[in-house]
C-alpha cells in the first residue's frame, strides 16, 4: 500500500488549502483514514480521521476549522483547511489504517504566513 499526499503550500493567514491522500495498491478493508501533523521541534500530533460509515473525528485546535472527507472509490482522503493561522505550520501526514496495519504517507508541507 503506497499514500501519496498533495495539496501543501504556502498560504496567508486567514487562507484555505485542500491536502489529498491517495492511497493505492491492495488495500482491503480500510478501517479509517487520519491527517496528522508535525511542526518544527514538536511532536506529530493528530488533526482529523475519518473512519467506516464516514464518522469524523477532529483535535480542539483545528474544530470548525478543518473538514476531513474520503472518497471511497478512489481510496482518497481529503483535508480541507481554512481560516488558517501560522500555528497551522507543519507537515501534514496521512496515514490509513487496515486490518491493523497503519501505512504512512510521505508528508506535505504547509505555511502558513502572518
Known amino acids: 500500500v503506497q499514500l501519496q499526499a498533495s495539496g501543501g503550500g504556502l498560504v496567508q493567514a486567514g487562507g484555505s488549502l485542500r491536502l489529498s491522500c491517495a492511497a493505492s495498491?491492495?488495500?482491503?478493508?480500510?478501517?479509517?483514514m487520519t491527517w496528522y501533523r508535525q511542526a518544527p521541534g514538536k511532536q506529530r500530533e493528530l488533526v482529523a480521521t475519518i473512519g467506516l460509515g464516514s464518522s469524523t473525528a477532529y483535535a480542539d485546535s483545528v474544530k470548525g476549522r478543518f473538514t476531513i472527507s474520503r472518497d471511497n472509490a478512489k481510496n482518497t482522503v481529503y483535508l480541507h483547511l481554512s481560516s488558517l493561522k501560522p500555528e497551522d505550520t507543519a507537515v501534514y501526514y496521512c496515514?490509513?489504517?487496515?486490518?491493523?496495519?497503519?501505512?504512512w504517507g510521505q508528508g506535505t508541507l504547509v505555511t502558513v504566513s502572518s
Open positions: 496515514k490509513l489504517t487496515s486490518r491493523g496495519n497503519d501505512y
Open positions: 495498491g491492495s488495500i482491503f478493508g480500510i478501517k479509517s
